[in-house]
Each structure stands twice: as structure tokens, then as C-alpha cells.
């Protein structure tokens, strides 16, 4: 089952919920992933500890012009979307920064002149949080969290390839495994690209008016625009008004939870330290969530 | 000589435009004969890479020199790898600037003199790649 | 004319509150034009009081399209896309291509794949902005439709439109409220603004989030100033911000405390000074005069 936890507004209480939901999950058998894919500022691993077992770069496949084999026809930069190529004569001046790596200039050079190359822009980590790593190489233990982080680096513009990179890593779980993807906030590409596929969509809200105006956008993406199965969880409640739980009973979206709004869970956020562990309860809270997701989804 | 100069509209008393890669007319023009036509920028239109869309169109156009106001860092590196000279004017119509080029009154750019605009990569780098596909620069 | 932009990296730090109270102190001492450049989840609006004047529609970059009565079904637009757009739906009767928009990047690779002109590429209609008259000053705003690329252009249009607004009216200040991240819209935001204000709060997050921020900024040579929000939340990471912000030369331009008359200001749709907290009213005073000299110097 993939879970995606997202939200319109930024600073909900994504990432608290994400490794809320994965540390409460890991203390069973069913083996649990916790994907952080808010790559241009992602947090999850301050909250479970990983260790890093293995780094790669990812990037974008930018083209290489061989200038021997350039005839100077300039196909190339016709056929860029992006107008990352200009070419002058047999000069060719290629803009990495622009380039979505389509392919089309390196597939359509009469010449064959154009070769591509992978340009990094990020990079994922992969290992684990919590408990043992079995030897069949999945954590049959009590704990163990796969832990996945995908970060763009610092002045790249596309957080999509990079968050395509994240999920890949994912694709070996065995069927039965919890995937729980930590998302950007917001309603564009990247949050699109983390809902993607996934069984169920956890919108994490406060009950303020910014909360809810940013909510509805969330809902529109995710329910009408992406089929997605949607439900709610109101954190911070009883900081701002009703108005976000009548909107919610009105559009007939379960409110899975409230996390109240409370000074002691804000400081041990502040630490680093997982709502699971916060306070109590939240452990038995999140894995209740879980069961009625798991049959709400069949999964 | 074959001058080009960014344009708010066509013809030679439309007012000069000064922002290089978003400037909707090019209006190229013979400076011995007068003679003029003028044609619009795709880069205007463009989602990124406005001012490298607008660059490549001048290149095209073969003219012998831009005149124009803010060029960015992308759009001057296109122009400078064809060796276009830039010459800056400002205020006025096209036939202002030319004639303020004839006279020899406007000074040329030797770098970018526009800041690096858009949300795409701007000003991080400029791929003067010279055929090999990466930064020259970051 | 000025510009400040008011930034984070993490999330709901605060932002919006600040960006509208430093607007109500600039209106005092001069015309102000603000533009919310969060077009993804645009929240100034709420408490400013727009009045809309103009209605304008964003277009960026294209999106593929099959005309079906064309389409030959040969698959070659299917191997040439990269990014999963191209669907093959099958029913019993029949097979169809599709081109899922959320998907599509406009690459037109299916455009040239197609050799019987069967796809065509479209303009691609990914959002509105708006030129407003709130309380402050004119507000320049928009609403990216969801599922689009938020490339910073969208950004960079209304913080055209607003510069050129303020120009016109010999305005004094433009102050930008700033997107979360450090993505295309941030730099879009940020560049050639004279002060860039960092709202950061004492917690793991906040400060891991702070110095990438920071690091866009470093890039973009945009001066910057740090205010710790709900300072007195974590006293130990509050002084971890200020120990790091003098490890990297940036002042810190403000302690704001945690109050609840913040979110309640919020909730009725007011800013934090028109609620007449004085603890609250002085904070983000503080954070005013230190721009101010900021602009000044």
C-alpha cells in the first residue's frame, strides 16, 4: 500500500505525520518504507535517524555535441522546447539549466553529432532507520524502516527527475510492504509526481484559514484531478476555527485524525523528536489510522 | 550595414524596447538605405529561455550588431559566440537608436548588462559549452 | 525603489504574517507594492482585503495532443516520451493513444516521432494573475493551476508587473512574499531584491532548512537578515541560529515570540499589528528598522 502524505500549505506537519506513520508501522512485520521525497528541503531523517548505507547522484541527460561530426543545420536548437540549445555556424551552445532531458536533439541530429550525458542534479541516499536488517535483505525485525532520500542540489530548478529517482528505489518492495512518501508542500509537478500511484492520499492540514484556502487546492489535485482516495488529518487543532472540518464533512472527506494543537508536541518537534515518541498514545493512533487505510484500500 | 534593435512594435517610430529577451519586435534595418522590416521575437512567447530564443532569432537574422537595453548573461553568451556586438540605448524610437548608432554615440557591451531573469536556472550558469554540452561557468 | 523579498526554505515558518505586517508599517512611510510570488498556494490575499482590477492569463510552455481520426496507432510517439506520457488505453474493441496532460512536459519528442501529423502541440494555459488594490498597496498575485510546472516565470511576471506599477506610481517599496523551498520560484523571487528576510524557527528543522535557503541567497549575492520566529519555542536552538547566522556574517534582525494572537490575527483576517498585540507589534517593528537600515546603508 502507498500512502502519500501531502498538503497545500508548507509547515502542516507532513514530515511529523510521514515518520509518525512509519515509526508506528515498523514495530510490526509488514516491511515499511518511509520515502522523503521533499527534495529541495527534506527533513524526515532528523526525525528517524537513519543510517546511510549508499548514495547515488541522479540527474538529467544532457546532450554533448561532438563538434566533428556538427554540419552546423542548427536542427537542434529548432526542435529544443526549451530553448536550451543555440547554435551559430558549427558552434553549439548548449544550457544545462534549461534542459528537461527529452532526448529530441541527441534522437533527431541528422548527423548523429549529439550524444547525452547525465548531469547530476541530486542525489538519493538509501538506508535504514530503526531495528536490524535481516539477512534476506529486507527488515524482517521489529522496527527497521527503508529509509529513501532523494535532495536537489542547491540552484538545480527540476525537483521531478530527482523525485522519479526516489520512487525507482522503491519498486523492490515486496507486495504487502507499506511505502510511505513524505511530499513537498504545495500543488505543483513535484507534489503531482509524489501522488502518483498511490492507494491513498493523507492531507495534513491546520484548522487557519491559510490552512484551509491551500487544503482545497491540495484536494482538487489529488481527489478530482488525480483520482485520488483523499482523507484528512487536522494537526494543530484548535489553533484557528471550524470552518476546515465543515468544509471536510461538506466534500464528504474523512477527518482520520486531530492532532491537537499543543505546546509540548511543538517543542519536541523542535528537538527532533517524532510525535511517536512525544507523547503517548500515538504509536496505538497512527497504526489504527493504518488498519483503516489498509481496508478502506483492499491492501 | 544590417542593425538590429528591440522594439516595442514594427516600423521605425515604434519606441525601443529595452528589455532584450522579452522585447516583442525586432525591427532590422539597412543603416545606408533606410530600408526596414520588422518581425516578431518568439522569445517574447517563450516559457524559459527567453533571451536564447531571442538571441538565436537575431543570429538568424544575420544582422551585423544588436542594439538593445538589458541583455542577460544567456542571451549575451549566444551573441557573443557569433561575435554580434551589442550596442545599449535607451528611451526614444528605432530611429533614435540607429541614428544615435551612426553617429557613433552609443557605447557596446562587453559583458551581460541585464540581470538574469526568469525562474529557470537564472544566473546560476550559462552553458558555453563550445559543442561540449557543459558549464563553462557556475 | 526597493525590494524585499521575505523567505524561508521550511514551510509554514511565518512568512505570509511577516511579509503583511512589514507592508502595513512601509505603507506609513511610503507607497508600497506587494506580490505574493507563493503562486502555488497564494495566502496574502487573506488578509490584505484585495479588491481585483485586472485578470490576466499565464500561459507556459505547450502540451501534446492525438488527433485520434489521424492517429495510425503505430506506438512510435509511445517509444520516444520520456516521461510516461503517452497512455495506451485498450479496450475490447479497440486500442486508443492518449497523452495524459499531468504528465507531459512539451517536449514535442511525440511530435516529431509522429509521422502521420497526427499530434499536434498546444499552447498550454497553467495559470491567471492579478493586479489588486489591497489596504497596503497593490497587490500583484496569482494562482498556478495545480499540476503545472512552477518554473518561477509566473514569479517573475508579476514581480515585472509590480516593479512596473511601483515605477509608474513613484512607489518606494515592493515587498514579495516568498515561496517555501529553494526551487525556481525562490530564485525568481529573490533575484535583484535589497534585502532578502530569512523567517526561520528554533527547530531541527527550521535550521536545517534555513541553511540551504541561505545558500540560494549566497549564490544570487542578495544580502540577507534572519528572524527567529517563535524564538522563546527552543532557547537552545534559538541560540544555535544566532550562532550560526554570526558564523556566516548575517544578522539577526528579529526575535518574535510565541503568541496565539498570531494565528487568532490570522483566523479573523488581520495582520498581527491591526491586532494591537504589543509584544507582537514590536517584534516585527524591530525587523522593520533593521531593513530599513538595511535599504538605507
Known amino acids: 500500500m502507498i500512502i502519500t502524505v501531502a498538503s497545500g500549505k508548507g509547515g502542516t506537519g507532513k514530515t511529523t505525520v510521514a515518520t509518525a506513520l512509519a515509526l508506528a508501522a515498523a514495530a510490526r512485520a509488514r516491511p515499511v518504507y518511509l520515502l522523503d521525497c521533499d527534495v529541495e528541503e527534506p527533513n524526515a531523517h532528523l526525525f528517524v535517524n537513519p543510517a546511510i548505507e549508499s548514495e547515488r547522484a541522479v540527474g538529467i541527460l544532457t546532450p554533448v555535441v561532438d563538434a566533428e561530426k556538427c554540419d552546423g543545420c542548427r536542427h537542434c536548437a529548432e526542435v529544443c522546447s526549451f530553448n536550451a ?77 530527482v523525485i522519479r529517482e526516489v520512487k525507482k528505489e522503491a519498486r523492490d518492495a ?46 482538487e489535485v489529488a481527489r478530482d484531478q488525480l483520482g485520488r482516495r483523499v482523507g484528512v488529518i487536522i494537526n494543530r487543532d484548535g489553533l484557528g476555527d471550524g470552518r476546515t472540518e465543515d468544509y471536510c464533512r461538506g466534500e464528504g472527506i474523512p477527518v482520520l485524525m486531530k492532532i491537537p494543537h499543543d505546546r509540548r508536541i511543538a517543542v519536541a518537534y523542535s528537538d527532533g523528536i517524532p510525535l511517536t515518541e512525544a507523547l503517548d498514545g500515538y504509536t496505538e493512533k497512527f497504526r489504527a489510522l493504518l488498519e483503516r487505510l489498509a481496508t478502506e484500500v483492499g491492501r | 550595414m544590417i542593425i538590429a534593435v528591440s522594439a516595442l512594435d514594427g516600423g521605425l517610430e515604434a519606441p525601443f524596447h529595452r528589455s ?65 556586438p551589442v550596442y545599449i540605448f535607451s528611451g526614444g524610437t528605432v530611429r533614435q537608436a ?13 559583458q551581460a548588462t541585464g540581470p538574469a531573469r526568469g525562474g529557470i536556472g537564472g544566473g546560476m550558469g550559462t552553458g558555453v559549452g563550445r559543442g561540449r554540452g557543459r558549464r563553462g561557468r557556475s | 525603489m526597493k525590494q524585499i523579498v521575505v523567505l524561508s526554505g521550511k514551510g509554514g515558518t511565518g512568512k505570509t504574517t511577516l511579509a503583511a505586517a512589514l507592508a502595513q508599517l ?20 487573506l488578509i490584505v482585503s484585495p479588491v481585483k482590477l485586472e485578470q490576466h492569463q499565464f500561459t507556459s510552455g505547450r502540451v501534446a495532443e492525438i488527433d485520434e481520426v489521424r492517429c495510425r496507432l503505430c506506438g512510435r510517439c509511445e517509444g520516444r516520451c520520456r516521461f510516461g506520457a503517452l497512455v495506451r488505453l485498450v479496450d475490447e474493441r479497440r486500442v486508443l493513444y492518449r497523452i495524459e496532460p499531468t504528465d507531459c512536459e512539451g517536449c514535442s519528442a511525440c511530435f516529431h516521432a509522429c509521422v502521420h501529423g497526427a499530434i499536434r502541440m498546444k499552447d498550454r494555459l497553467a495559470g491567471e494573475w492579478f493586479k489588486s488594490q489591497s489596504r497596503f498597496g497593490q497587490l500583484f498575485h ?89 524564538h ?26 510565541y503568541d496565539e494572537a498570531v494565528p487568532r490575527a490570522m483566523t479573523r483576517g488581520l495582520t498581527v499589528l491591526d491586532d494591537g498585540n504589543e509584544r507582537l507589534s514590536s517584534a516585527v517593528a524591530e525587523v522593520w528598522t533593521a531593513c530599513r537600515r538595511r535599504l538605507e546603508g
Not at chain 2, 29 to 56: F, K, V
Not at chain 3, 164 to 172: F, K, V
Not at chain 3, 180 to 201: K, R, W
Not at chain 3, 232 to 244: A, C, M
Open chain 1, 174 to 219: 515486496p507486495r504487502g510492504a507499506l511505502v510511505i512518501i513524505d511530499a513537498p508542500p504545495g500543488t505543483s509537478c513535484p507534489t503531482v509526481e509524489c501522488l502518483k500511484g498511490a492507494d491513498y492520499a493523507l492531507l495534513v492540514t491546520e484548522p487557519t484559514p491559510f490552512g484551509l484556502h491551500d487544503l482545497k487546492l491540495a484536494v
Open chain 1, 85 to 161: 540549445i543555440a547554435a551559430y555556424g558549427r558552434t553549439v551552445l548548449v544550457f544545462n539549466e534549461l534542459c528537461h532531458g527529452c532526448g529530441n536533439c541527441s534522437n533527431l541530429c541528422p548527423t548523429g553529432a549529439i550524444r547525452e550525458e547525465l548531469r547530476p542534479t541530486g542525489s538519493v541516499e538509501r538506508g535504514w532507520a530503526g531495528g536490524v536488517k535481516a539477512a534476506d535483505g529486507w527488515a524482517g525485525g521489529t522496527g527497521a524502516i527503508h529509509f529513501i532520500r532523494g535532495t536537489l542540489n542547491v540552484g538545480e530548478a527540476m525537483a521531478v527527475p
Open chain 2, 20 to 84: 532584450f529577451g522579452r522585447s516583442p519586435v525586432f525591427v532590422v534595418i539597412d543603416t545606408e538605405t533606410m530600408n526596414h522590416r520588422s518581425l516578431a521575437n518568439p522569445g517574447a512567447a517563450a516559457g524559459g529561455g527567453a533571451g536564447i530564443r531571442a538571441a538565436q532569432t537575431i543570429l538568424d537574422e544575420k544582422v551585423e550588431a544588436l542594439i538593445s537595453g538589458d541583455v542577460g548573461p544567456n542571451a549575451y553568451a549566444v551573441l557573443q559566440a557569433a561575435h554580434l
Open chain 3, 142 to 230: 496569482a494562482r498556478l493551476y495545480p499540476a503545472q510546472e512552477n518554473s518561477g516565470k509566473l514569479v517573475t511576471l508579476i514581480r515585472q508587473a509590480a516593479r512596473q506599477a511601483a515605477a509608474e506610481a513613484e512607489g518606494e517599496y515592493i515587498i514579495i512574499d516568498g515561496p517555501p523551498g529553494v526551487g525556481c520560484p525562490v530564485m525568481a523571487a529573490s533575484t535583484g531584491v535589497d534585502v532578502a528576510v530569512m523567517v526561520t524557527e528554533p527547530t531541527v528543522s527550521g535550521i536545517h532548512d534555513l541553511q540551504r535557503v541561505l545558500d540560494v541567497a549566497g549564490h544570487f549575492s542578495v544580502p540577507a537578515v534572519v528572524v527567529i520566529n517563535k
Open chain 2, 98 to 110: 540607429v541614428e544615435a548608432f551612426r553617429s557613433g554615440r552609443l557605447s557596446r557591451a562587453d
Open chain 3, 232 to 257: 522563546d519555542l527552543n532557547p537552545v536552538r534559538t541560540e544555535e541560529i544566532k550562532r550560526l547566522c554570526a558564523s556566516r556574517d548575517i544578522e539577526v534582525a528579529g526575535l518574535i515570540p
Open chain 3, 26 to 45: 512601509a505603507s506609513k512611510e511610503g507607497r508600497v507594492a506587494l506580490v505574493d510570488a507563493d503562486v502555488d498556494a497564494a495566502n496574502l490575499e
